[in-house]
């Protein structure tokens, strides 16, 4: 009570006096906020070219206004619902597998009982984390290269010859996930881990005494304790289901195998990278914005939605 | 029961090497196809032991090094301006919004924060940094649209609120002017947070292959990770290099084994160093508490 008479005091007093410490703090936001209305701000300004016949010469303001024509074409086209579905279902796959994977890696974790193995088994499962997505797509072509490719080599022990993975759109739900949480489980893992470091040492000694056993025990104590972490999570991964990762989805796919693997790999923001840098014709920079704008849109109602129902669950783990 | 917890450990044991194992494995798998004999290669694939190892793929690479080197040296320098900066913009706006008194702090607030709701997305953005600031084909373009990220701005507004006011009202009152308390005493006393935050802007940055794939046609200025990737598209890149050789009488390049070869060379040094700095990429991870 008495801190916030204080601060009302406070605010009062500086109420309508520019002290020099405020125009140095002012000034010390210039360069930080210009630096985000150039980079942020104006592309914001830039999504006018969704509604219009994007001329470079004509410039944005200068093109033609189409009205909503450029998103009426991209409705119409049959890769809408390939894209929708590629990208919601790989998604799902990872949220689904991701946190399956991260959470048995942590709750194992958590049964390790030397700090030192604890230490060194964590450090090797981060490691991925570290690399880029190109480093992994070579890593994937060296186990599913249809020559040369380890995968292959071990399939032919086993008189299954010359598969040609880049050329196998449906193997490629499980390849990417695979990938995905073969890359992130470590670093995933340890928030959960945090999480359980925090339980209340004593529950966990008043079960054992109980007579439960460490089965029952993780399932009875340790489990319920991370159901809200859980879902906040998910719900905050629920909310960007829209985006998906460029890289993941182009390097490692080999751009989708120039074409072949389109069918389960072709997602929003590589739809809209291609079509941006391959189509010289028609009004391809309008059409990829309109794309680009929609998913923004949608990601931005997603994420508040979800935002707002973690809050729910739980007001300090909401992001805003 | 003693007993009983020694197998459950052994057992846990068993579990965590295998999954380091698969962890590793792809690590393992790309050295030693970097490693492998191109006959040998040729004849039966990839080996998961190389014999005989063959250095012949990073003879290659070490004789033809301009072209990595180059794309290492590009890569170093953007990054580490990129993470100074970075760093220093960061703070700079963090700072202010610790202060309660400020007038516009909540609006500056929200300005920081829409920009990680909605954004104009690759087209619009690429209209504005290739065409109207003419940043394509510089150095600038790895650096100037990465900084100022609103997740680590509210990540060390959060760790700046907590040095104690006391502490900045006595500054104040020996004189120190906003700028000194900044850089002389508030920074200083959050080395943890700068850290973490400069290790991601750091590693955002080595990683950064796809601004080079949108903005750069110039060899000159290929990040490492990007030259990687056009290898990996076009082994042409390497063939080419393999005329200029045979032109000049060597042998015949063995191109697949090059290409892990460079991946290798590549990766080594980021596998080798960011481990170490492991502490803070956790910490980043598992400071939760980013709201205003």
């Known amino acids: ?320 | 029961m003693q007993k009983k917890n020694k197998l459950v450990q052994l057992m846990i044991g068993i579990i965590f090497s295998m999954l380091c194992l698969i962890i590793i494995f792809p690590f393992w798998l790309l050295l030693s196809a970097s490693l492998s004999d191109p006959g040998v290669l040729a004849a039966k694939g990839y080996q998961i032991v190389p014999n005989p190892i063959d250095f012949s793929a990073y003879k290659y690479v070490f004789k033809n090094t301009e072209q990595i080197f180059r794309a290492y040296g590009v890569t170093i320098v953007y990054s580490v301006i990129t993470m100074i900066l970075n760093v220093l913009l960061m703070a700079m706006i963090a700072y202010p919004l610790t202060r309660n008194r400020l007038r516009g702090r909540n609006a500056m607030n929200f300005y920081l924060y829409f920009t990680m709701l909605f954004n104009g997305g690759l087209v619009p953005t690429y209209i504005v940094v290739a065409k109207y600031l003419h940043l394509s084909n510089t150095i600038w373009v790895y650096i100037l649209p990465m900084l100022v990220n609103p997740w680590y701005v509210f990540m060390i507004r959060t760790f700046f609120k907590g040095v104690p006011e006391s502490i900045i009202e006595s500054a104040t009152i020996d004189g120190a002017s906003e700028y000194n308390i900044l850089f002389g005493i508030i920074m200083p006393l959050s080395k943890p947070v700068l850290a973490t935050v400069a290790l991601f802007t750091f590693l955002n940055s080595w990683n950064d292959w796809n601004t080079a794939l949108i903005y750069i046609t110039d060899e000159k200025l290929y990040s490492l990770q990007y030259l990687l990737q056009s290898i990996m598209e076009n082994i042409n890149i390497i063939k080419q290099n393999k005329m200029a050789a045979s032109m000049t009488g060597n042998q015949d390049i063995p191109t697949e084994t090059v290409r892990m070869a460079m991946a290798v060379v590549a990766a080594g040094p980021a596998l080798i160093v960011f481990p170490f700095f492991q502490k803070y990429f956790v910490k980043g991870l598992t400071v939760g508490a980013v709201k205003g």
């Open chain 1, 1 to 320: 009570m008495r801190a916030k008479l204080n601060v009302q005091t406070k605010k009062r007093k500086y109420k309508h006096k520019l002290t020099s410490s405020d125009i140095q703090l002012y000034s010390m936001c210039i360069l930080p906020l210009l630096t985000v209305f150039i980079f942020k701000y104006l592309p914001m300004g830039g999504t006018l070219i969704a509604f219009k016949d994007y001329k470079f010469n004509l410039g944005i303001l200068g093109s033609q206004w189409v009205g909503l024509s450029n998103f009426e074409y991209f409705f119409k086209s049959n890769v809408f619902v390939q894209l929708v579905r590629n990208t919601l279902f790989n998604n799902f796959l990872f949220i689904l597998f991701g946190t399956l994977s991260s959470l048995l890696v942590a709750i194992l974790l958590f049964e390790v009982k030397s700090r030192m193995a604890t230490k060194i088994y964590q450090t090797i499962l981060i490691t991925p984390f570290f690399m880029s997505w190109v480093i992994v797509a070579y890593m994937v072509y060296a186990i599913l290269n249809s020559n040369y490719g380890y995968l292959n080599q071990i399939l032919s022990l086993f008189g299954i010859q010359g598969i040609d993975w880049y050329s196998k759109p449906k193997a490629w739900y499980v390849i990417l996930t695979l990938t995905y949480v073969w890359k992130n489980v470590g670093m995933d893992s340890v928030v959960y881990y945090a999480a359980l470091m925090g339980i209340d040492s004593s529950l966990i000694e008043a079960s054992e005494i109980d007579g439960a056993n460490k089965v029952k025990r993780t399932i009875h104590v340790v489990l319920p304790t991370l159901i809200p972490l859980i879902s906040i999570l998910t719900i905050l991964k629920i909310g960007n289901i829209f985006r998906a990762d460029f890289g993941l989805f182009y390097t490692v796919t080999q751009d989708g195998a120039s074409g072949n693997l389109y069918e389960t790999t072709n997602v929003i923001d590589t739809y809209i990278f291609r079509t941006f840098r391959e189509t010289t014709t028609g009004n391809s920079y309008g059409l990829t914005t309109a794309v680009g704008l929609l998913q923004s849109v949608v990601g931005m109602v997603l994420v508040i939605l979800t935002n707002w129902t973690a809050k729910k669950i739980d007001p300090d783990m909401a992001l805003f």
